[in-house]
Structures are given as structure tokens and as C-alpha cells.
């Protein structure tokens, strides 16, 4: 695979344009910049370190307080509903493009296009199951194990298949810039709305976009807010979801 691209954003605005004071305007000046040079952009030191030890005490955090029996009774409910493997395990890319291990628990049915084709609303291959794990996002909480091992951080850039790696970075612009944060579990993208199936091009360059965004303004503070956002666009999903079925 190609090596990604590298970035280095200027510290200093241009005179001869306004400064934008949205967060859209700042992504095309952005753009603009990226086509007339190459940028690297580097956040201070400390914030790998402190980002690091965030990922660390969350994920032991969870992983000790919640997986503990969550694992067991979600693996008991996947073992009882269908056949095949608790944990769905697929091949995606990481930081810098290398490839690695991203885990989830298993929605679907055992098939053959798992890595190759994405899911879909009404895709036949998701488990009734698996349909309640991803409404509530529990079938991604194994990637807590991800963060753990440093493969993934909490915040950054959604990993994709090798297969759709391979293909969007040959039909979208500056997409292998993405792989230069470490993967998240939530990102940017995310919470502006760019979650699940990709259907058309200008939704995968609308999620590059944002990633891009990303790392140019990455902080701890950024990341905090990702978070925050991330948990209540999750708990919009879910509680209106148990409403309806109770009436």
C-alpha cells in the first residue's frame, strides 16, 4: 500500500484571505493550502502522552467494570441465537496504514462478502441479535481490548476493511491522509454525521474532510468534546428506540 500522504499546516493565515469563522469555511481554506504544499501538522508532545494514558485508564476502566460481564452475556446470546464465532474479527487499517486486528462482536450471520461488502440498513446477513447490538453500538465495545493493545485510540478517524482501503484510496483525494492519526473508535466524522454505510462519493469525501479537520485541531479538549457528543448521539438512538417498544 502507498504510503500516506503527510501534512504540515502553516502557522500563519494568509493576509490576502478572510479568516473563516465557520467551521466549513475553515475546511476549504484548509484544502486550498493542502494544494499548493505539502504541511506536516504536529500537536505538542504531551499530547500523545496524556491521550495515551486517557486511552489506557478508559479502556482498563471498562474493559474491568463493564466487560467483565457484558462479554460473557452478550457471547451467551450470540452462541444461542446463531452459529459462528462471538467476536467478528476483520483485518482494517491503522496508523500509518498498517493493517490490524479491529474486534466487534458478531452481528451477522456467517457469510461470504463480510469483507468486502458493508452492511446495509435492511442487509439480510445481520442477526436479530446483531440488530439490537448495533442500534446500541454494544457489538463495538471489544475495540475497548483495541485501545488497550494501541492499535486503536478512543478518538480518531474510523478504521475501514482493507478492501474499501484499497479502493477509496484510489478514488478519493488525500484519503490516506486519515491514517495519520491512530484509528478511533469514534471520530470527528461521526459526530457530524457521517456514521455507518457509505453510499455515495460525496459522503466518504465529506468523512475525509472532517478526519483531515481533525488533525489539524486535534487536542485533549477536541477529544473530550468528541466523546461527550459521540455518548449523547448514542443515548438520541437508543432511548426513543426502547420507547416505541414499550408503547
Request: glycine share 6%; hydrophobic share 40%; proline share 6%.
Amino acid at each position: 500500500m502507498d504510503h500516506p500522504f503527510v501534512i504540515k499546516f502553516p502557522t500563519e493565515r494568509t493576509k490576502l484571505e478572510p479568516v473563516p469563522q465557520s467551521e466549513i469555511g475553515e475546511i476549504r481554506e484548509m484544502f486550498q493550502q493542502i494544494n499548493q504544499r505539502y504541511m506536516v501538522y504536529e500537536p505538542s508532545a504531551y499530547y500523545y502522552t496524556i491521550k495515551r494514558v486517557i486511552d489506557l485508564v478508559a479502556s482498563m476502566t471498562f474493559i474491568v467494570f463493564v466487560m467483565s460481564w457484558l462479554y460473557p452475556l452478550v457471547a451467551l446470546l450470540i452462541k444461542l441465537t446463531s452459529k459462528g464465532p462471538v467476536l467478528f474479527i476483520q483485518k482494517r487499517t491503522g496508523y500509518k496504514g498498517l493493517d490490524f486486528d479491529c474486534f466487534k462482536f458478531r452481528t451477522m450471520y456467517i457469510n461470504d462478502e463480510a469483507h468486502t461488502k458493508q452492511a446495509s440498513a435492511d442487509d439480510a446477513r445481520i442477526t436479530p441479535l446483531g440488530r439490537f447490538l448495533r442500534l446500541t453500538h454494544i457489538d463495538e465495545t471489544p475495540q475497548f481490548f483495541n485501545v488497550l493493545l494501541g492499535d486503536m485510540s478512543i478518538v480518531g478517524p474510523r478504521p475501514h476493511m482493507l478492501y474499501h482501503t484499497n479502493t477509496y484510496g484510489k478514488q478519493t483525494p488525500y484519503y490516506n491522509l486519515r491514517h495519520e492519526a491512530q484509528p478511533g473508535m469514534t471520530g470527528m466524522a461521526q459526530i457530524k454525521g457521517y456514521i455507518g454505510e457509505i453510499n455515495m462519493e460525496r459522503e466518504l469525501r465529506k468523512r475525509v474532510q472532517w478526519d483531515i479537520y481533525y488533525l489539524r485541531h486535534r487536542s485533549i479538549l477536541l477529544d473530550i468534546k468528541i466523546i461527550f457528543v459521540t455518548i449523547g448521539h448514542v443515548l438520541m438512538k437508543v432511548i426513543p428506540s426502547f420507547s416505541s417498544k414499550k408503547q
